[in-house]
């Protein structure tokens, strides 16, 4: 968001957002740098997440790059573009996009603490990761492997004293984690 508040059609009000009035800004970064490679400014037009995000990445298509998505920009039809773009893909998402069926998502909410369920779509390119840590965490990706790694935890023990416990976590979770997002 870049403040402004003066008068423009182009301005937006965001309520929960430390900036509230400005302009909207989509923004492709490189992860390690945190360089600009490119950026959509929001025109007051009606617009689909599709092509934002289609715009954003059209310079890189078939150039086999990882993006790494926070929970808004990640939606099966989001997905979909990156798939046939050639671009690998890891992206939290909200369990209401992932379109989980009524025995999926029974299934997920009986899993425990630090374990984890595997989905993968019909036509074999999208995994869902679902794990449960404090909550649980729903992550879909093309580049994911159903496999269960060791990550360090923090927790407090019966003194109310930190220390660190190795648990089971997905591997493509551990790696989203170490990824900067979009």
């Not at 740098?33 to 990445?57: A, F, H, Q």
């Not at 004293?161 to 979770?173: A, G, H």
Request: hydrophobic fraction near 35%.
């Amino acid at each position: 968001m870049i403040r402004f508040n003066g008068r423009n059609k182009m301005k937006v009000f965001m309520p929960l957002k430390p900036i509230k009035y400005g302009f909207q800004v989509y923004i492709l970064a490189e992860s390690s740098s945190g360089y600009m490679l490119n950026w959509v400014l929001y025109d007051g037009e009606k617009r689909t997440l599709v092509s934002i995000i289609e715009e954003l990445t059209r310079p890189f298509n078939n150039k086999n790059y990882i993006i790494s998505m926070d929970r808004f920009y990640t939606t099966i039809d989001v997905i979909k573009h990156l798939n046939r773009n050639n671009f690998g893909m890891y992206g939290a998402v909200i369990g209401k996009r992932a379109k989980l069926s009524e025995d999926m998502k029974k299934e997920i909410v009986a899993i425990d603490k630090h374990q984890a369920l595997f989905y993968v779509s019909s036509d074999h390119n999208t995994l869902l990761t679902v794990w449960r840590d404090s909550k649980i965490i729903h992550l879909l990706s093309n580049l994911g492997e159903d496999q269960l790694g060791e990550v360090e935890r923090a927790s407090i023990d019966n003194d109310n004293n930190f220390r660190k416990t190795s648990v089971s976590c997905p591997i493509t979770i551990s790696t989203y984690s170490r990824q900067p997002n979009i």
